[in-house]
């Protein structure tokens, strides 16, 4: 079942509601907060009680070490007596230090014999005078002890050489059992120049310490106790707990809170956890050091946890009862002024209803008046119908497509003018960006285009510089609309005077050949080919360059150098001068394209070479034969053709080799089998002589029926004395490779085509 709330029932339920939370709220956090106080409150008592008492066991433990390390530097004046004289002055003095000091139960010394006698030179075996008490009367005995070995205590001790506070034992002096007395040793060593000579001990009895651990009691049913360093109860509430191990009492929480490990190394210790009745209880223990001792003794003070919480209780008891008070009369407030404030939220709730509906009109607003939070709320909804009305006429004028129509955003918050003129600048920005859009692939085809007609150009006029050179200067002009360029070159025929050479110019329609010669390094060229970066300039120096045209001579306005780079080699740089400035994508466009262009000029530059060394080859061979005929008809004349012979086969071996050194050489059969391979040739595809020989020109080609067609016709022109040139690609050792190669047919007597000369150029690096 639904049930349906008034406005002051739900303003009633709220507050009271919201109320009664934070009343058990308040009450549970001033609960814990007392809790903790008087915790924290019990932990400062225990903490300062147990240091305070722990420094007063502290004090009496020190006071009794500070009378051996009396008496260890008293007896360090036996070197100026004889030896029955200091035996004999100790030994009272021993007595005197015993009848003075009624807590003592003994006093003793231990001397090392390999001290005390030059004869004796084992390092164990010791000298020992002991004074006790027994009834009424001081009992002393001297002897010698150890003198088969050092028995472990002594041995810990002369090791450390360093005061001890020993951990408790039982002890009778009449070996009466009866008589076993609860008691340590407090010991300082006698040290003489650095070393260890003996010791001076006193006993003590542990029952000293009883009295004062019954009157530690800083709350009720709290209680005390006293451990050594090996975890002895040293003093107890319970006597019958002297001399009897913590461990058998807390073994769980001693593993649990690391008692054992805190109180050998002297640290403070403090934790909740059950004592030994079973009662949840607060633990404290405080760490007793005295001297330079290295057995920390340590002082437990436990107090049961229900004492600590005893007044936070009370409290909690007294608060709840004033909190039901407070509440009743809230609650009869809240009521009274509730309805004055539902009546006029009714009034809003109905025009609230009419703009849920969709319905958003002037006559709508309200005529309240009052200066407290409802009338706030009429002027904040009157304001709300306002600009509900402009936003409606904002989006009917951007839906009709008008984007620059205003408005004006109610304030900072307001999230639905701010969310409308956002709609309105991000329609604006996505017509902008569509036509930056447009524009972009506009510039991107028109580059793809350039690129592919200069491609064309590239592959058209890949056997003549000259050629290549100006058609590339003149369609860069007409693609870059610029109005004077020219193709500067690398001449490197004099090695010792390289410089670049203008190959190509041009300017309105018209070629111009100028004997232009520039420097490596001079001008705005040899920088470019130096730092191997494009120049872009729009202040050209006076003088540098002219436009010519119909109406005389002018300056440009920019000027654009970009070099020709392949392998880090400078080959050229070409020079464009324009009145207009270049736009970024014309320079990226005419970078590009240098990369292309530097790449064909290699190969040309290649090509030439070799058919230039193939021409003078074939042109030696000739003459060669000629001079062989001459020497069959003139036998007179015999031994000088012969010398001229073998003179031109040297030249001719010379352009062999060199042919040999910069290309690959390989000679076919008619029938397309490989007859001669050069070294090189083998070294490049890492095959050996035998592997090669014999094997057909298109082995490991990869033919599909159309290049197959073209190939078939390629060697059909060979064998007519057709020379070919061909672009190949072909797969050896799992290691692609790309060849500008040239196919020159040779002929026998008869004009037979015999055998096919390839002179191969490796291109791999330039098309990757």
């Known amino acids: 079942m ?23 709220i308040a009450i549970g956090s001033i609960t814990l907060r007392a809790k903790k106080v008087a915790i924290n409150d019990a932990i400062t008592v225990m903490v300062t009680t147990a240091q305070k008492n722990a420094s007063d066991i502290k004090a009496h433990l020190e006071n009794d070490l500070t009378s051996m390390k009396t008496l260890s530097q008293s007896v360090l004046s036996y070197k100026e007596m004889s030896e029955s004289q200091w035996k004999k002055v100790f030994a009272k003095m021993y007595e005197e230090v015993l009848k003075a000091n009624s807590q003592f139960l003994s006093v003793w010394d231990s001397w090392e014999l390999s001290h005390i006698d030059s004869t004796y030179t084992k390092d164990f075996g010791r000298y020992a005078v002991e004074f006790w008490r027994e009834g009424n009367q001081i009992k002393s005995n001297s002897s010698l002890k150890n003198m088969t070995g050092d028995d472990g205590d002594y041995v810990r001790i002369k090791f450390e050489a360093t005061e001890s506070i020993e951990n408790p034992y039982f002890y009778s002096y009449t070996d009466n059992q009866n008589e076993l007395i609860l008691m340590t040793s407090v010991i300082a060593p006698i040290i003489e120049n650095g070393k260890f000579i003996g010791i001076v001990g006193v006993d003590i009895s542990l029952d000293r310490y009883h009295p004062i651990i019954t009157q530690i009691r800083p709350f009720k049913n709290s209680y005390a106790f006293l451990v050594s360093n090996d975890l002895q109860y040293t003093a107890h509430p319970d006597k019958e707990k002297h001399g009897q191990y913590l461990f058998d009492d807390y073994e769980q929480i001693m593993n649990k809170f690391s008692i054992a490990e805190k109180i050998a190394n002297g640290e403070e210790n403090m934790f909740i956890a059950n004592d030994v009745n079973g009662v949840k209880s607060q633990f404290i223990f405080s760490p007793i050091i005295v001297g330079k001792t290295l057995t920390p003794w340590s002082l437990a003070i436990v107090v049961p946890h229900k004492t600590v919480l005893a007044e936070a209780n009370k409290n909690f008891i007294i608060s709840i009862i004033i909190g039901l008070i407070g509440l009743v009369v809230l609650t009869l407030i809240i009521a009274y002024a509730s309805k004055s404030i539902t009546t006029p939220i009714l009034s809003i709730t109905n025009i609230l209803k009419g703009m849920a509906a969709g319905n958003i009109s002037n006559d709508m607003k309200l005529s309240i008046n009052t200066n407290d939070e409802i009338g706030e709320m009429a002027k904040a909804l009157n304001t709300t119908i306002d600009g509900l009305n402009q936003k409606v006429e904002f989006a009917s004028s951007i839906e009709e497509g008008n984007l620059d129509t205003d408005l004006k955003a109610l304030s900072n918050d307001d999230i639905l003018g701010n969310a409308l003129i956002d709609m309105r600048n991000s329609l604006t920005k996505a017509a902008q960006e569509e036509e930056k859009r447009k524009e972009d692939d506009m510039l991107r085809r028109w ?32 693609a870059l609309e610029a109005n004077q360029g020219g193709l500067f070159l690398l001449n490197e025929e004099d090695e010792s005077d390289p410089f670049f050479e203008l190959v190509a110019a041009f300017a309105y329609n018209r070629h111009k050949y100028k004997a232009k010669k520039i420097l490596v390094g001079e001008g ?139 290309s690959f050489v390989i000679e076919y059969d008619s ?10 040739y083998l070294e490049l595809l890492n095959l050996s002589r035998d592997e090669a020989l014999g094997t057909h020109h298109s082995d490991k080609m990869e ?55 390839k002179i191969s150029n490796n291109i791999s690096n330039l098309i990757n």
Not at 447 to 473: C, H, M, P, T, W
Not at 622 to 648: D, G, V, W
């Open 671 to 680: 029938h397309g089998y490989i007859t001669t391979i050069n070294d090189a």
């Open 703 to 757: 033919l599909d029926p159309q290049k197959k067609n073209e190939y078939d016709r390629m060697w059909t022109n060979l064998r007519n004395g057709i020379p070919q040139k061909e672009v190949t690609k072909f797969i050896v050792h799992g290691k692609t490779f790309i060849f500008q190669e040239t196919y020159t047919p040779i002929k026998n007597e008869m004009g037979e085509v015999y055998k096919i000369l």
């Open 447 to 478: 580059a793809n285009e350039g690129l592919a007609k200069f491609g064309e150009i590239l592959r058209q006029n890949s056997d003549n510089i000259e050629v290549l050179a100006k058609s590339i200067i003149k369609e860069l002009i007409h």
């Open 2 to 24: 639904k049930f349906k709330f008034t406005l002051q029932q739900k303003i009633l339920l709220l507050v009271v509601g919201i109320s009664v939370v934070i009343y058990a």
């Open 524 to 662: 705005l060229i040899g920088a470019c080919a130096i730092e191997r970066k494009t120049i872009h300039l729009t202040e050209i120096p006076n003088g540098y360059i002219e436009i010519t045209s119909g109406l005389g001579h002018s300056t440009p306005t920019t000027l654009l150098l970009v070099p020709l780079v392949v392998e880090d080699k400078v080959l050229g740089v070409i020079e464009i001068a324009a009145f207009n400035i270049f736009e970024p994508y014309q320079i990226e466009f005419t970078e590009r394209l240098a990369q292309s262009i530097a790449s064909t000029i290699t190969s040309v530059k290649v090509n030439i070479r070799t058919t230039l060394l193939l021409s003078t080859t074939q042109q030696q061979a000739e003459e060669m034969a000629a001079q062989e005929e001459e020497m069959r008809q003139n036998m007179e004349e015999l031994q000088a053709t012969q010398e001229e012979s073998s003179r031109k086969t040297a030249e001719m071996q010379s352009f062999i080799d060199a042919l040999n050194n910069s």
